[in-house]
C-alpha cells in the first residue's frame, strides 16, 4: 500500500510547481524488546541522528529507537504522570511534557535531568472548575489565563534556542522561555478569535522563528511572530494536534478524530464521522496533501484512530503516534480488534 496524493504535483502560492512524495506506511516499525508494552504513544520526536523517541503511556516511559526500528534503551519508570508532549532540541536535549504533571522535564538522550520548567505537581491558576456537563471540551472549564503550567501540552525549540511551551488543557495560553528557562513572556486569552485558543496542543516553530499553535478544538492553526504577534491562522485542518516541519519547509499536521455527534467550538455538532488524518501544508498553510481519514476502516494500516503526535526525519519519512487506548478504546469507540496501532512510520519513496 502506498500513500499518495491523488494529482501527483502541486502548485505553490508563487506558482512553482511542488512535486509530492509518497510514501509505504509500516505498522510494525518499532520492535519492542521482550518485556515492554505500551497501550499508547502520546508523542514521536526525532534527533538529529534520526534516532526515535516515544513517550508512551501504561507505562510512562521514553524509549528510544534506531531509525530502522531496532531498540537502544528506554528511561522515565516512575517520573512521570502523563506522557503528553516530547521533543529532542538541536544540542540533544529531551524535552518531556507531563501535562498531569504541571511540568516539562528536560534530560540528556541517557535519561540525566538537566533542568524542570514549572513546579510538578503544582498547577497555575485558571479558575478551572471541572463542571458536571461538558458541552463541548473540558477546556470550557478555564475562567481566565493563567501563568505557567496548567495542563500544559508540548514545547517547540525556535532557531535561536529559546522554548514556547503550549498549556492548553486547564490553561489558554503560549509561554515564551529562554534556553535556560527564565520565562520572557506569555499571551492568549480564552474564545476564538485571533490569539484566542481553545485547548493550544501543538506547537512549533519554522525556520524564520514563527511560532505555529495547533488550536485543537477551535479546528486551526495560528501562527504568531516570536514575540507573540499575531500573523494568520489557517482553517484547512480539524482538531490539530501536532505539526512537524521537514527540511523543505513543508508542515506535516496530526488531526485528531472527532466522532459524529461531537461539538467543535467553530463548526457546530458533527453531523457525520470525522475520522483522524494527517494533512501536509505549505509554508503559507496552503493544502498540499492529506491522507487518512476514514471512518469504515481507520484500525488499517496508513488509517489512524487517534493520531496525537507526529514526526520528520531528514529522510522526509513520517512518524505518527496515536492515542488509541486513552481516546478510543477506554471510552468504548473501538472494541480490541480494532486498537490494532499506536504509532506507523510512513517511509518516503525517493
Partial sequence: MTI?????????????VVQLPSFDPDLHWEQTPAGF??????????????????????????????????????WGEGIFTMAHGLTVGPD????????????????????DPIMTLGVPGQPSDTGYERKDQIEIHACECIGYPGGPFNGCTNVAVAPNGDLYVAD???????????????????????GTGPGEFHLPHGIACDASGRVL?????????????????????????QRPCDLAIDADGMIYVAELWRPKGKKSFVHGEMMQDRAG??????????????????????HCEGQFIAPHGIAVDSHGDVYVAEVTYSFALRPGWIDERHASHQLQKFTRRH
Fill in 37 to 74: 508494552e505500551h497501550k499508547d504513544v502520546a508523542a514521536v520526536a526525532v534527533d538529529s541522528d534520526d534516532r526515535v523517541y516515544l513517550f508512551t503511556r501504561h507505562p510512562n516511559l521514553v524509549m528510544i529507537y534506531h531509525p530502522d526500528g531496532r531498540f537502544i534503551r528506554s
Fill in 277 to 298: 488524518r494527517v494533512t501536509v501544508l505549505d509554508a503559507d498553510g496552503r493544502l498540499m496533501d492529506r491522507w487518512g481519514g476514514s471512518s469504515e476502516n481507520r
Fill in 4 to 16: 499518495r496524493n491523488d494529482a501527483k504535483k502541486q502548485e505553490s502560492k508563487l506558482g512553482a
Fill in 213 to 237: 499553535v495547533c488550536d485543537r478544538e477551535n479546528d486551526r492553526i495560528q501562527v504568531f511572530s516570536p514575540e507573540g504577534a499575531f500573523l494568520e491562522c489557517w482553517t484547512d485542518v
Fill in 168 to 190: 492548553g488543557y486547564r490553561n489558554c495560553r503560549v509561554h515564551h522561555f529562554s534556553a535556560d528557562g527564565d520565562l520572557i513572556r506569555s499571551w492568549g486569552e480564552i
Fill in 92 to 111: 540533544g536535549r529531551v524535552y518531556c511534557v507531563d501535562n498531569m504533571d504541571h511540568s516539562i522535564r528536560v534530560f540528556t538522550a541517557e535519561g
